[in-house]
C-alpha cells in the first residue's frame, strides 16, 4: 500500500504525517492524532457523528481519505474552545439542553458552527435543513434547533 | 408545577440544573469505548454469513493468515476447544458465539479476524474463504408453525417444532361470555414489524486479560455492566475467568435504548481472543453489522378484537399474538414474562375484562425480541389497545377523545386492579386528555379538518391516551437470568461535606450524573454540583441490574433516596450529639437540623459530616456513608395523552406531522429540563416507526434495509417542533413520587400518529394502516380510494 507525506493544519497547529493512501481522515484525527472528539456513527457519510470543518466548510471526515486534507486547515471539537473560553455554540448546546449521550454532539455543534459563519440569523427552517445530514437519537432535536438559534443570539451580540 | 423545596444553591428536585455530564461532551472529552486505546491493543473484525440458513462445508484461513498483521483467525472450532461455542441469551435461551456446522441468520458471525490494525483486520475478512451449503430459510413465522415446517433448533434435542413460548393471560371464558354479549365488537389485524434501535453509538468492546494477574477488564457498551460479569463468570468459569477477576467498564455510552442489553457473540469472541493471546483486543461493528445481526425490536403479528356496548363502553379485549423472535430468543425481559410486560395491553381503560396470548416463534432472521426503547413489549400493548380504540371509534361513529373519556379508568379508582392482573398505582387520565386537548385546541381542528375535507384536502388529528408499566422489578415476580431486579446506591459523604455516589444502573444519555445529584442534594441538604456520581464500574459500583425499561429513577433513584435517608438517620444522632440534645428535639431543613424552638440552635450537614470524621461520640461507628438495595412493592404506571396533527399530500402520499402535543404524567420530577429532553427524544423514537423505519427480508431471508440508505432514522426535517406539558400525580409507593419517564413517549407516539393518519382518511372508509406509514402505503391507498392527484 502506498503511502504518502501530508501536511494539514489541525485545530491551529501544524501536522506532518505519513499515511497510507486509504487511511480515512476520521482516523487519522482519532486514532494517529488521538483527537477522539470526532466519532464514528456509521460507515456511509449518513449519520455526521464524524463532522469536522474542513477549511471552513463541514465534512463528514468518514468519507474523506487523509490525503484529501493534504495542505487543510481542519477544525475539530477540540479546536472550538479559545483561551478556557467555551465558543458560543457550546456554551448554548449546555445551556439549551442540547445534548444528551454526546455522541451526535461535535457534529451537530460544528455543523451549527459552520451555519452560523455563513448565515447570522437563521430560521428554524433553515436550522433543520443545516442539520438534516446530522442524525441524533436522544433530543428530538427541539432543543438542538433552540440552541443554535441561542448561540446565533449570542454571536449577534459579540 | 411544584416549587422546589430546596435553594438553587442545593438544587434538589424540581431544579432545572444545567447537566453536570455535558462540560465533558461538549468539548468531545467524553470517553466512548472506541476512544479506549491500550497498549499493544489489537483488532478484531468480523466474518459474517451472507445466507439465512446454510451448512458451513469448509472456513480457509490460510490466505488471511499470509497478510502481514494478521495473527490469528477463531472460528467455531477454535472456541469449541475451550467450550466457549455457545452462550445463554438473557431470555434462558441458547446461541452460537461461532457456529461449528450451520449458519442460522444473514450476517451471522462465522469467524473473527485478529490484527494489528483495523484496516488489516478487515483485509483478513475479506480473505477468509467459506463455503457454504445453502438451505431454504423459514422467514414466515405463520409458516414456521405449520407442521411441515423443518424444525430450525436440531441443536435442542427434543424440539419437535419452531415454538419458542406460549404466554396467556386473563379469564378466556369470562372475556369470550363478554364478547357473546357485546352489541358491538370490532376486529383488526396489525402488525409492528422489526426495527433497530440504531444508537449513534454502534456496539463494541475492549477485552484486556492480564496474565500475570489474571484480571480481565472489558471495555463494554453495556446498560447492565454487574448483569455482564455475572453471566461471563457462569459461562467462562470452566475457563478460568472467576467473578472477582473481571471488571465490565461501561464508559460513556453514545445511546442504548435496550439494544445495549444484550451480550453479543463479538465481545465473547473478543473477550476469548484476549485471553487466548494475552493482548487486549478492540472490537467495534460498523453500522451495517450494527443494523443486520444486532437484536432486534417488536416484530409482532397481532390479531385485536373489541367488545363494546352501543354507547361506547368497553367490555372485552381479545388480542392474539405471533412473535417472531428469529433464531433465538435474544430478548431482555424478566424470566418470568416471554412476552414481556405485553399484559398492559388494558391500557387506561376500566375494562372488566380481557384474554391475551402471545406466541413466540423461531425463524431464520437475527436474534429478537429485545426492546426499543421501552419497558418489555409495552409498546407493542400500547399500538394495540389505542389502536383498536380507534377502530371502535369508527364502528360506532363516537369521537374519539369522547369515547376514550367514556372508558378511562376514573381517577378516583386507584389503586386499580387490571384485568390482567396489574395493579396501577395512580393516575388522572381525563385531565391529562383535557390538557392535551385544550392545548391543541381540538375542536377547533375538528373545524379546520371538516371544511378542508370539504375542500378535497386530507388533514387527520389522533389521539394516544397511554399508560406504560416501568420501573421493574418487584423481587418476588421480576429477574433476569435469576438475578432479581432490584436497583442500589452507595453514598460515602466525605468530611468536608461532598458526597460520592454510586449506582448499580448505566446512564446512556439520560443523564445521571445530574437527577441523581439532585436526588441526594433533596434529601441531604448537600449541593448537587458537589455530589460526585458515578456509575459503570463493576470493581467500585454496588451490584445492579441496570439501566433500561424506564427503571433507573423507579428503582436506583428510590435507593438513592433511601440510601441519603439512612445517612440522614446518623446525621441526626450526630447533630444531637453536637446540640448536646435529644434527637426527637431535632427537626430538618434541606441542608441542616436544627432544635426545635431554637432555630438558632442548628447544625449544618457539611458541620455534620466533619463531626462524623472528626468528633463522634464514643460507642458510635466513625464516617458518614450508607449502601441500599431497593426493592420495589410494586412497578410505576406514567401516563399521558399525546395528539398528532398531520397533512397528508395527495400528490406524493408524505405524511407530515404538523403538530405534537405531550402531556405527560411521570409523577414527580427531579429536574424539569432533562424530563422534556427525554420526551422529546422519545416522541422522535415514536415517530420513526410510525412514518420511517422498518426492516425487513425477502424470501431468502435478505435482509433489505440494512443501512441508513434504507433504514430511515428521522432527521430534523421529519420532526415537528414538539408541544410538551405535565400532570403531575405522584407515585403513592416511590420514595420521592417519580415514576420514569425515558420510554413515556416512545410508547405514546406511533399510535397518535397512526391514529391520525387513519383519521385523515376515514371518510373513504379506511379503518387501518400498519406502521411505518410510508408514502408509498399512503398513496396505493389514496390511489385506491379515488384521492391520488
Request: glycine share 8%.
Amino acid at each position: 500500500m502506498a503511502r504518502h507525506d501530508i501536511r494539514l493544519t489541525v485545530n491551529g497547529v501544524e501536522q506532518r504525517v505519513n499515511v497510507e493512501s486509504r487511511l480515512l481522515l476520521v482516523h487519522l484525527l482519532r486514532e494517529n492524532l488521538r483527537l477522539t472528539g470526532t466519532h464514528i456513527g456509521c460507515d456511509t457519510t449518513h449519520c455526521g457523528a464524524c463532522t469536522v470543518l474542513l477549511d471552513g466548510e463541514p465534512v463528514k471526515s468518514c468519507t474523506v481519505l487523509a490525503v484529501q486534507a493534504d495542505g487543510a486547515q481542519i477544525t475539530t471539537v477540540e479546536g472550538l474552545e479559545q483561551n478556557g473560553k467555551l465558543h458560543p455554540v457550546q456554551e448554548a448546546f449546555w445551556e439549551k439542553h442540547g445534548l444528551q449521550c454526546g455522541y451526535c454532539t461535535p457534529g451537530m455543534i460544528l455543523t451549527g458552527c459552520a451555519l452560523l459563519a455563513r448565515n447570522k440569523d437563521p430560521s428554524e427552517a433553515e436550522i433543520r435543513e443545516a442539520i438534516s445530514g446530522n442524525l441524533c437519537r436522544c433530543t428530538g432535536y427541539l432543543n438542538i434547533v433552540k440552541s443554535i438559534q441561542s448561540a446565533a443570539e449570542r454571536l449577534r451580540q459579540q | 408545577m411544584a416549587t422546589p423545596r430546596t435553594s438553587p444553591e442545593i438544587c434538589g428536585m424540581g431544579h432545572s440544573m444545567k447537566r453536570k455530564e455535558d462540560p465533558r461532551f461538549i468539548r468531545g472529552r467524553g470517553n466512548y469505548v472506541d476512544d479506549v486505546q491500550l497498549p499493544g491493543m489489537l483488532h478484531m473484525d468480523i466474518v459474517r454469513s451472507p445466507y439465512a440458513y446454510a451448512k458451513i462445508k469448509s472456513i480457509d484461513a490460510s490466505r488471511a493468515l499470509k497478510i502481514p498483521g494478521v495473527l490469528a483467525v477463531i472460528t467455531g472450532e477454535t472456541l469449541a476447544k475451550y467450550n466457549l461455542h455457545w452462550m445463554p441469551t438473557l431470555m434462558s435461551d441458547t446461541q452460537m458465539v461461532l457456529p461449528t456446522d450451520t449458519v442460522m441468520y444473514q450476517a451471522q458471525e462465522v469467524a473473527a479476524v485478529i490484527a494489528t490494525d483495523r484496516y488489516i483486520a478487515a483485509d483478513g475478512v475479506e480473505a477468509v474463504e467459506v463455503e457454504y451449503e445453502p438451505m431454504t430459510p423459514v422467514i414466515d413465522p405463520y409458516k414456521a408453525l405449520e407442521p411441515s415446517a423443518p424444525v430450525l433448533r436440531t441443536d435442542k434435542k427434543d424440539k419437535k417444532d419452531n415454538r419458542i413460548f406460549h404466554w396467556q393471560a386473563g379469564d378466556r371464558a369470562a372475556n369470550d361470555k363478554a364478547f357473546e354479549e357485546a352489541e358491538v365488537t370490532v376486529a383488526q389485524d396489525m402488525y409492528l414489524p422489526r426495527i433497530h434501535v440504531a444508537s449513534i453509538e454502534t456496539c463494541g468492546c475492549v477485552a484486556d486479560f492480564d496474565r500475570v494477574t489474571g484480571k480481565l477488564t472489558v471495555y463494554m457498551t453495556t446498560q447492565a455492566p454487574h448483569a455482564v460479569r455475572t453471566v461471563f463468570a457462569l459461562v467462562a468459569g470452566h475457563v478460568g475467568l472467576s467473578e472477582e477477576k473481571i471488571r465490565i467498564i461501561s464508559p460513556d455510552i453514545g445511546g442504548g435504548f435496550g439494544g445495549k442489553v444484550p451480550v453479543y457473540p463479538g465481545y465473547v469472541i473478543a473477550v476469548a481472543a484476549s485471553v487466548v493471546i494475552g493482548k487486549p483486543v478492540k472490537w467495534v461493528e460498523d453500522r451495517m453489522e450494527n443494523l443486520q445481526a444486532d437484536s432486534f425490536a417488536r416484530d409482532y403479528h397481532i390479531h385485536a378484537e373489541l367488545a363494546a356496548k352501543r354507547d361506547g363502553t368497553m367490555t372485552g379485549l381479545r388480542i392474539k399474538v405471533l412473535a417472531d423472535h428469529g433464531y433465538t430468543d435474544a430478548a431482555a425481559n424478566p424470566s418470568k414474562f416471554p412476552a414481556g410486560l405485553f399484559s398492559i395491553c388494558t391500557g387506561s381503560y376500566a375494562l372488566k375484562n380481557a384474554f391475551a396470548e402471545v406466541d413466540g416463534v423461531y425463524t431464520n432472521k437475527p436474534p429478537g425480541g429485545i426492546a426499543y426503547r421501552c419497558s418489555f413489549r409495552v409498546t407493542e400493548a400500547v399500538h394495540c389497545i389505542e389502536r383498536i380504540t380507534d377502530v371502535l371509534a369508527q364502528e360506532l361513529k363516537m369521537d374519539p377523545a369522547a369515547l376514550r373519556m367514556k372508558n378511562f379508568i376514573p381517577a378516583d379508582k386507584f389503586p386499580w386492579k387490571s384485568a390482567l392482573g396489574w395493579e396501577y398505582d395512580s393516575g388522572n387520565y381525563p385531565a391529562a386528555l383535557r390538557k392535551a386537548m385544550d392545548i391543541v385546541g381540538y375542536e377547533a381542528l375538528r373545524k379546520e379538518q371538516a371544511e378542508k375535507r370539504a375542500r378535497g384536502e386530507l388533514m387527520g388529528i389522533g389521539i394516544s391516551s397511554f399508560t406504560e408499566i416501568v420501573g421493574a422489578g418487584p423481587s418476588k415476580q421480576f429477574d433476569i437470568l435469576g438475578l432479581k431486579m432490584f436497583d442500589s446506591c452507595e453514598i460515602r459523604v466525605h468530611p468536608t461535606g461532598k458526597a460520592l455516589a454510586r449506582f448499580g444502573t448505566k446512564s446512556q444519555g439520560q443523564g445521571h450524573e445530574t437527577t441523581y445529584a439532585q436526588i441526594v442534594a433533596e434529601e441531604l441538604g448537600i449541593p448537587a454540583s458537589q455530589v460526585q456520581v458515578e456509575e459503570g464500574d463493576t470493581d467500585t459500583a454496588p451490584y445492579g441490574l441496570g439501566t433500561y425499561a424506564s427503571r433507573s429513577t423507579p428503582v436506583a433513584g428510590a435507593a438513592g433516596a433511601m440510601a441519603a435517608r439512612k445517612i440522614r438517620e446518623k446525621a441526626k444522632k450526630l447533630a444531637a450529639h453536637l446540640l448536646e440534645c435529644s434527637p426527637d428535639d431535632l427537626i430538618w431543613e434541606p441542608g441542616k437540623f436544627s432544635v426545635k424552638g431554637a432555630p438558632t440552635r442548628s447544625k449544618t450537614i457539611q458541620e455534620i459530616a466533619l463531626a462524623a470524621y472528626t468528633n463522634h461520640p464514643q460507642g458510635m461507628e466513625a464516617g458518614l456513608e450508607a449502601v441500599s438495595y431497593y426493592d420495589p412493592p410494586n412497578l410505576t404506571f406514567p401516563f399521558g395523552s399525546y395528539i398528532a396533527v398531520v397533512d397528508i399530500d395527495r400528490g406524493t402520499g408524505a405524511v407530515k406531522v404538523r403538530r405534537f402535543v405531550a402531556v405527560d404524567d411521570c409523577g414527580n420530577i427531579i429536574n424539569p429540563t432533562i424530563v422534556d429532553g427525554q420526551i422529546h427524544g422519545g416522541l422522535a423514537m415514536g415517530l420513526a416507526p410510525a412514518l420511517l423505519e422498518e426492516i425487513s427480508y425477502d424470501e431468502s431471508g435478505n435482509i433489505t434495509g440494512g443501512s441508513f440508505m434504507d433504514y430511515l432514522v428521522p432527521t430534523a426535517m421529519e420532526t415537528p417542533s414538539w408541544e410538551t406539558d405535565k400532570t403531575v400525580t405522584p407515585c403513592p409507593h416511590h420514595p420521592f413520587g417519580a415514576k420514569g419517564v425515558g420510554e413515556s413517549a416512545t410508547v405514546g407516539a406511533p399510535p397518535a400518529i397512526a391514529n391520525a393518519v387513519v383519521d385523515a382518511l376515514s371518510h373513504v372508509g379506511v379503518r387501518h394502516v400498519d406502521i411505518p406509514i410510508t408514502p408509498e402505503k399512503v398513496w396505493r391507498l389514496l390511489k385506491e380510494k379515488g384521492l391520488s392527484e
